[in-house]
T-cell receptor, first 113, second 115 residues
Framework: DTEVTQTPKHLVMGMTNKKSLKCEQHMGHRAMYWYKQKAKKPPELMFVYSYEKLSINESVPSRFSPECPNSSLLNLHLHALQPEDSALYLC????????????FGPGTRLTVT | AQSVTQLGSHVSVSEGALVLLRCNYSSSVPPYLFWYVQYPNQGLQLLLKYTSAATLVKGINDFEAEFKKSETSFHLTKPSAHMSDAAEYFCAVRDIIQGAQKLVFGQGTRLTINP
């Protein structure tokens, strides 16, 4: 099983709302990732968690707040977003070390109004 | 830092024709290289990967790629295109930053299949 699940599939939120994106994997992977993808562009890395600790923050604005409650779950908390934050948000997971290969979820299509 | 360059943002082939998508990489260490496919409004699906074993890598859906160190290339091919192959394709190389592994993506190539 190489499945990464994400909820919700679609999300529309106002600029004053607080919402969360959720990601789950049961492959025993110890690294999890959040990406943002705009139309016709490659995914842009936002955060990397390794063994449930934040390893990389690619200078993401504080209105995006990641959380890794355990090795299978990854959340992205959203607050006071801007319309330019509208995008496809992808979660991924991978093994560490020489068995590295990333598996992606289907994404959450976020629209900020 | 590692990087990849995909030559051609848009490739168009006829159904049944050879598919060739080009990727060149830059890496200061032996690279891990990947090809992903993305269908509209979906996540990325791993097609194949190279991690320093056989230089000719076979993937899903009859895709394959050949690692050529002398040319720093990892081009993706498929002998006979099918309409269902129409999608966006991304080449990627592994990078290691602050002890964590990440992917560095090329800009992508949109593949169109003509009937």
């Amino acid at each position: 099983d190489t499945e990464v699940t994400q909820t919700p599939k679609h999300l529309v939120m106002g600029m004053t709302n607080k919402k969360s994106l959720k990601c789950e994997q049961h492959m025993g992977h110890r690294a999890m990732y959040w990406y943002k993808q705009k139309a016709k562009k490659p995914p842009e890395l936002m955060f990397v968690y390794s063994y449930e600790k934040l390893s990389i923050n690619e200078s993401v604005p504080s209105r995006f707040s990641p959380e890794c409650p355990n090795s299978s779950l990854l959340n992205l908390h959203l607050h006071a977003l801007q319309p330019e934050d509208s995008a496809l948000y992808l979660c991924a997971s991978s093994q560490e070390g020489s068995r590295f290969e990333q598996y992606f979820g289907p994404g959450t299509r976020l629209t900020v109004t | 830092a590692q990087s990849v360059t995909q030559l051609g943002s848009h490739v168009s082939v006829s159904e049944g024709a050879l598919v060739l998508l080009r990727c060149n990489y830059s890496s200061s260490v032996p690279p891990y290289l990947f090809w992903y496919v993305q269908y509209p409004n979906q996540g990325l699906q791993l097609l194949l990967k190279y991690t320093s074993a056989a230089t000719l890598v076979k993937g899903i859906n009859d895709f394959e790629a050949e690692f050529k160190k002398s040319e720093t290339s990892f081009h993706l091919t498929k002998p006979s295109a099918h309409m269902s192959d129409a999608a966006e394709y991304f080449c990627a190389v592994r990078d290691i930053i602050q002890g964590a592994q990440k992917l560095v993506f090329g800009q992508g190539t949109r593949l169109t299949i003509n009937p």
